[in-house]
């Protein structure tokens, strides 16, 4: 396979795909076979020495041109020591995708919602859940013989910083607490530990937090992935970009991370061992791998010249801690970098040692796989029942009610003597499943859940395609003014956002807005308008169009989709998801996409980014989501109003903020953090009519936004149920070091002298630090 030149396209990733990945068997080709007669002779097959012990043993009984096999994501088979050949990458975003087998014996798998939907129920219970499922149904084809591997290359915790990213869907939104906590639920599920994080023997799975880092920029207007440099200030790296791979790494315990395409001032990411080595391996403690996006080793060379030959990108790469190409470029180059001087066997060796540790924790050294703690899940287990309601309560508990004039919603199904379904997005099960998945268990499209509510049903899609540039706009007026409800189906696409592919825009597609216009004018009642997209959509026109009485955002909602949205429209579920993103009106298309800046400068009218910085109007905000409940909220009256320093230690100004006396974290250190912790309570009730869950989001703010300050943050968040009427107190335990800290322009974390805020609702209590 040629290389450069095919990495410009998505040839590379379609033709790495291709290939015949598996041989389909009963059991997987396994290390360490008993019935081998040299097993007995391999230390590295001697379960009771330690991993370190096995895997130098391993590498010691290696020629360079076997090892040289290793590095990319095909490691070849050993025959000579009975190592299967084993496939690194597999993908897992919402449901096993790649890297895994499907055929007659198993057809699919479960198939969650995309991520950003996922993410808007703020409920980490269900993130890790969501990843815990993926692990059982992961270990169940690999027991089949169905998985080349099980290193999974998800999930994908960029922050999702312009609305027009067209990979914004996979991710967890634009805040990094929700990000970084999601990223820790989803590991700990998908690696088989404890909720709480705890870990006993083997590794269910291997759980890879990318795309390491300040990646969210695909193609657009002439900048692509590929080369892209991103500008980061060392403020915006530590207050945005890093923290959920932080936490991947510290509190996830992630066994893999993954360096980007993009650079990052200056430097490709997969050739900066700061990053890489310093900062993931050294100061997070990384115990795991680090693998590269597919084809940014050969970038380092090809497409940013950083590297002035293969051979010195192979050798920034290894360098710079690498351990896992995903490509073939090892295979290719790196015998000559060590001719060249560029690597030394020992930089090989280091890779190896991460990459045959990781497959010995995961069970793959251990003998027959069907032996392992693991090893008797069945392929029944893919796709169960128990799995299947989980993908319908994902999808339940993330759609977002973004309008609901005069109780438009929901209908009550005896009172409906004919329903007109209208839209694109109505009848195709592709639009529901986002990207990056799988063969789906089952789809139940709205067209087809509704159906099984209701009975006299018309359907006319309106336009030919999501993109709407055909429509049959008189068909559809007709069948609107016709029938009692109508409800309409629009939004996006993989057409429109998708991995290689920004968007320009943030209004619906083509003729979409017109064919909805149309339709409300035409309608008996206000109609319900169920938007399908991963990104947001500025849709001003709707939410203020009178005849358009309920909007929901049902992002992709996944196999469970269609059932998920119908079980809302007739109040079987109350909703409760909130935005995970800011939602920004069409004249944000004018600030540059490749201006990385999350904070405003005035002096441009640069407006800034995301619900802690951005400045100007909003279509609707991060956090917003309504509910057929109405919920209130109360501080606790015993609340804490003071944390008390105790003068150990004296604030300092900055030189460019006088006013303000800070604490500068490192300074204070660990212990003295660890004092200063505050519990809050916040006491939320439900004044019905429905029970729900309802996610409760606490903020900070600071008294002003001056240099660089968010206008709040997030500090918090939990998902309670509550019966109509019912009401309960959340306990949010809070460290004021973590919590109550800024980030300032040089990248130190500093706690202010003096008050801050906390939010819940409408309702704010104030907290001081005192010295
Ligand atoms: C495995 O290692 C242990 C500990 O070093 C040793 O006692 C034992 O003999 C080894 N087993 C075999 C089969 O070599
Ligand atoms: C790679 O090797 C070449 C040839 O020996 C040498 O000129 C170059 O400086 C080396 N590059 C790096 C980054 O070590
Ligand atoms: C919905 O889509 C399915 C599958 O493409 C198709 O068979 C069916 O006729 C469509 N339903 C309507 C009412 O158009
Ligand atoms: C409509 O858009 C699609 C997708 O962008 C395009 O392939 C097609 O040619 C367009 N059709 C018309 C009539 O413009
Ligand atoms: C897109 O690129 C063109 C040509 O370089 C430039 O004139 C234009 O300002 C860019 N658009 C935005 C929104 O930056
Ligand atoms: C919910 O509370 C708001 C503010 O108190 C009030 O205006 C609204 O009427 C209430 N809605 C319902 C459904 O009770
Ligand atoms: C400061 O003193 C108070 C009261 O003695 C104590 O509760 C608190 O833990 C102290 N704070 C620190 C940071 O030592």
């Known amino acids: 396979m040629g290389t450069r030149g095919l990495i410009f396209s998505s040839a590379l990733l379609l033709l790495l795909l291709a290939q015949p990945v598996l041989v389909i068997s009963a059991t997987p080709p396994f290390a360490c076979n008993p019935a081998s007669s040299s097993t007995p002779t391999f230390g590295f097959c001697n379960t009771t020495l330690p991993i370190d012990k096995r895997v130098n043993d391993l590498i010691s009984r290696l020629t360079l041109e076997e090892k040289i096999q290793q590095l990319d994501h095909k490691a070849a088979e050993i025959p000579r020591l009975g190592v299967p050949k084993y496939n690194w990458w597999s993908e897992a975003l919402h449901g096993l995708a790649w890297g895994v087998h499907f055929d007659p014996i198993i057809p699919g798998a479960t198939s969650f919602p995309q991520v950003i939907l996922t993410a808007a129920s703020f409920n980490p219970d269900l993130w890790y859940r969501i990843g815990q499922t993926i692990a059982v149904e992961a270990r169940a084809m690999y027991n089949a013989g169905h998985a080349g591997g099980l290193t999974f290359w998800s999930p994908n915790v960029n922050i999702f910083r312009d609305p027009r990213w067209g990979r914004g869907q996979e991710t967890p939104g634009e805040d990094p607490i929700t990000a970084s906590k999601y990223a820790v639920a989803f590991v700990r599920g998908l690696q088989g ?90 100061a997070w403690g990384l115990d795991g791998y680090i693998a590269s996006d597919c084809g940014a080793v050969d970038l380092i060379y090809g497409a940013s010249r950083y590297g002035k030959t293969p051979e010195e990108a192979v050798g920034y790469a290894l ?88 109780n438009t919603l929901p209908l009550v199904k005896s009172k409906i003597t004919s329903l007109g379904v209208i839209g694109p997005n109505a009848n195709t099960s592709s639009s529901l499943m986002g990207n990056y998945n799988g063969p789906p268990c089952e789809v139940t499209t709205p067209l087809k859940a509704l159906k099984s509510s209701v009975n006299n049903i018309r359907f006319e899609a309106g336009c030919n395609l999501v993109a709407c540039n ?32 920004d968007r320009m825009d943030l209004v619906l597609p083509g003729m979409q807005q017109t064919l909805v216009s149309k339709v409300a004018e035409a309608a008996k009642k206000p109609i319900i308008l169920v938007l399908i997209s991963g990104g947001p959509l500025d849709i001003t026109f709707a939410k203020d169009d009178p005849r358009i009485g309920a909007i929901l955002w049902a992002g992709f909602p996944g196999e469970a989709g269609g059932s998920a949205i119908s079980s809302i429209i007739f109040g079987e579920h109350n909703p409760g998801g909130k935005l995970p993103v800011t939602w920004y009106p069409q004249e944000f298309t004018k600030v540059p996409m490749t201006d990385m800046r999350m904070r405003p400068d005035p002096t441009t009218g640069y407006p800034g980014r995301s619900y802690r910085f951005y400045t100007g109007k909003t279509v609707y905000q991060f956090g917003y989501g309504l509910s057929y409940s109405n919920y209130s909220y109360e501080f606790e009256a015993e609340a804490a109003t003071s944390i008390y320093l105790n003068n150990s230690l004296s604030p300092q100004a900055t030189s460019n903020d006088p006013n303000t006396l800070s604490y500068d974290i490192a300074s204070l250190g660990f212990n003295t953090c660890g004092k200063l912790k505050v519990s809050t309570k916040v006491g939320v009730k439900n004044h019905g009519p429905m029970a729900g869950k309802h996610p409760v989001l606490l903020f900070s703010r600071w008294p002003s936004t001056e240099h660089g300050r968010p206008v709040k943050q997030l500090v918090g968040f939990q998902s309670v149920h509550l019966e109509a009427g019912e009401s309960t107190k959340v306990e949010f335990p809070l460290s004021a070091c973590e919590h109550l800290s800024r980030v300032v322009d040089d990248g130190r974390r500093v706690l202010d002298k003096g008050s801050h805020f906390l939010i819940v609702g409408d309702k704010e209590h104030e907290i001081n630090i005192v010295s």
């Open 319 to 406: 360098k710079a801690g690498l351990d896992i190409n995903c490509g073939h470029y090892m295979n290719e180059h790196a015998g000559s970098a060590i001719q060249k001087g560029n690597i030394s066997e020992s930089d090989i060796d280091r890779a190896l040692f991460n990459a045959f540790s990781l497959r010995m924790k995961l069970g793959l050294f251990n003998g027959d796989p069907q032996k392992l703690p693991s090893g008797d899940i069945p392929p029944s287990q893919v796709c169960s029942t128990e799995h299947k309601k989980l993908a319908l309560q994902a999808a339940q508990e993330g759609i977002v009610l973004l309008k609901n004039n005069g």
């Open 193 to 282: 530990d404890t909720a709480t994080g705890g870990r006993s023997g083997q590794l269910m799975a291997s759980s890879c937090c990318k795309h390491f880092t300040a990646y969210d920029l695909d193609r657009w207007n002439g900048s692509v992935r590929y080369n892209f440099d991103a500008r980061v200030t060392a403020q915006d790296m530590e207050d945005t970009f890093q923290p959920p791979f932080r936490s991947c790494i510290e509190q996830g315990r992630a066994t893999c991370i993954m360096c980007s395409y993009n650079r990052v001032n200056g430097v490709p990411t997969c050739a900066d061992y700061n990053l890489l080595t310093k900062q993931a391996r050294k």
């Open 470 to 501: 055909v429509t049959k706009i008189p068909e559809a007026v007709q069948l609107a003014s016709s029938v009692d409800y109508v409800i309409m189906f629009m939004g996006l696409d993989q057409d429109q956002e998708r991995e290689g592919f």
